[in-house]
């Protein structure tokens, strides 16, 4: 579809289906999403079933709008919506978010009828303004009309410090109050390995650009993380913060070895979409197991690696593989499905 041909049919769509796309005919439609930051459910209370929309595409655009027709629509008319990318690094796809990824989710969320957009992160590799700059993301920004924040820039007064109970943070978190303001926020995360001690980095840990790498008191929270033992389990906890009303991972291509910035790049050629990180990054694992990534990501069961076993232990997301529904659109979508169940039932 052209982007002039999707904006004219969603703006004819009117207001009730904010992503303006059909209820998927499986289920039916969501009640409208929880605040962006309440609390996901007391440990232990994992959902029962997640829908995880898998495309096989050539192309980001394509991908992105066809996942986004597989699922039960968001409202956005209204809404202010932050859309927090992989902005880890300057380095191309998928060493950090595609701009054609994060252009067709602006655009989505205009035809939604979004009040407000905002596009926001903190690199953990270099100035996040420097970032911006580098991959054209300022003058996207001024283009469509949208803001860009790197979150270091702001203020102290900015951030609010956020405890996690039964947490292993020394002194809580420092997270951005942008976000707590937020009505929704879209996680658009890439398929990679971590060599840096995180294994994987997927929607679970997309989250640690969220928040404030020091304190006023110039506690510095990432060296704490990459120098802790737990550092998986802290990546989970993060994602105690906020609730995403959506997470989109772009797999066209992905690091199976090295990353988050370069690495051995395989080429799986799908696009997820759902609103479960446990369960998008468990079935993000299965695809990277498929395209042969290495030990530690490819021991085990999918619901052992730490990041996951955690967040299952928050009530982040389902508990088991048997609770993930995996949805598609194409011949070679159901062939992908196939191996991802296999690899999920293997574990």
Same mark, same amino acid.
């Given at each position: 579809?052209?982007?002039? *041909?999707? @904006?004219?049919?969603?703006?004819? /769509? +009117? $207001? %009730?289906?904010?992503?303006?796309?059909?209820? =998927? #005919?499986?289920?039916?439609?969501?009640?409208?999403?929880?605040?962006?930051?309440?609390?996901?459910?007391?440990?232990?209370?994992?959902?029962?079933?997640?829908?995880?929309?898998?495309?096989?595409?050539?192309?980001?655009?394509?991908?992105?709008?066809?996942?986004?027709?597989?699922?039960?629509?968001?409202?956005?008319?209204?809404?202010?919506?932050?859309?927090?990318?992989?902005?880890?690094?300057?380095?191309?796809?998928?060493?950090?978010?595609?701009?054609?990824?994060? *252009?067709? @989710?602006?655009?989505?969320?205009? /035809? +939604? $009828? %979004?009040?407000?957009?905002?596009?926001?992160? =903190? #690199?953990?590799?270099?100035?996040?303004?420097?970032?911006?700059?580098?991959?054209?993301?300022?003058?996207?920004?001024?283009?469509?009309?949208?803001?860009?924040?790197?979150?270091?820039?702001?203020?102290?007064?900015?951030?609010?410090?956020?405890?996690?109970?039964?947490?292993?943070?020394?002194?809580?978190?420092?997270?951005?109050?942008?976000?707590?303001?937020?009505?929704?926020?879209?996680?658009?995360?890439?398929?990679?390995?971590?060599?840096?001690?995180?294994?994987?980095?997927?929607?679970?840990?997309?989250?640690?650009?969220?928040? %404030?790498?020091?304190?006023?008191?110039?506690?510095?929270?990432?060296?704490?993380?990459?120098?802790?033992?737990?550092?998986?389990?802290?990546?989970?906890?993060?994602?105690?913060?906020?609730?995403?009303?959506?997470?989109?991972?772009?797999?066209?291509?992905?690091?199976?070895?090295?990353?988050?910035?370069?690495?051995?790049?395989?080429?799986?050629?799908?696009?997820?979409?759902?609103?479960?990180?446990?369960?998008?990054?468990?079935?993000?694992?299965?695809?990277?197991?498929?395209?042969?990534?290495?030990?530690?990501?490819?021991?085990?069961?999918?619901?052992?690696?730490?990041?996951?076993?955690?967040?299952?232990?928050?009530?982040?997301?389902?508990?088991?593989?048997?609770?993930?529904?995996?949805?598609?659109?194409?011949?070679?979508?159901?062939?992908?499905?196939?191996?991802?169940?296999?690899?999920?039932?293997?574990?």
């Amino acid at each position: 579809m052209s982007r002039r *041909r999707f @904006l004219t049919t969603a703006a004819a /769509a +009117g $207001g %009730a289906l904010a992503f303006r796309w059909p209820h =998927r #005919s499986s289920g039916s439609p969501r009640a409208a999403a929880a605040p962006a930051t309440a609390p996901p459910g007391p440990a232990g209370a994992v959902p029962t079933q997640a829908t995880v929309a898998l495309i096989q595409a050539g192309e980001h655009r394509d991908g992105v709008l066809r996942a986004l027709h597989l699922l039960d629509p968001v409202q956005l008319r209204g809404k202010f919506v932050i859309v927090k990318p992989n902005l880890n690094s300057s380095h191309p796809f998928p060493g950090s978010t595609h701009e054609d990824t994060l *252009r067709t @989710l602006v655009e989505v969320c205009q /035809a +939604g $009828g %979004a009040r407000d957009i905002l596009i926001a992160d =903190r #690199s953990g590799m270099g100035d996040t303004e420097a970032v911006i700059r580098t991959k054209g993301l300022d003058k996207m920004g001024r283009e469509m009309g949208v803001r860009i924040l790197g979150l270091e820039t702001m203020p102290a007064s900015g951030w609010t410090r956020r405890t996690i109970p039964g947490g292993h943070w020394q002194q809580g978190l420092l997270f951005p109050s942008v976000f707590e303001q937020a009505d929704l926020i879209i996680s658009t995360c890439c398929l990679k390995t971590h060599r840096f001690g995180g294994q994987f980095t997927l929607s679970l840990k997309n989250s640690v650009g969220m928040v %404030a790498r020091h304190g006023p008191d110039g506690h510095d929270y990432m060296r704490e993380m990459h120098g802790s033992p737990l550092q998986r389990t802290l990546i989970a906890e993060i994602n105690t913060l906020y609730r995403p009303a959506l997470i989109v991972l772009d797999g066209l291509q992905a690091f199976v070895d090295g990353g988050p910035e370069a690495g051995k790049l395989a080429r799986p050629g799908v696009v997820l979409a759902g609103t479960d990180r446990v369960a998008v990054d468990a079935v993000g694992v299965a695809l990277l197991r498929i395209h042969g990534v290495g030990a530690p990501v490819s021991q085990g069961g999918i619901f052992e690696q730490e990041q996951i076993r955690r967040a299952v232990e928050l009530g982040l997301g389902v508990g088991s593989p048997a609770a993930i529904e995996l949805i598609t659109d194409s011949a070679e979508g159901r062939a992908v499905v196939a191996s991802v169940r296999a690899e999920l039932a293997r574990s």
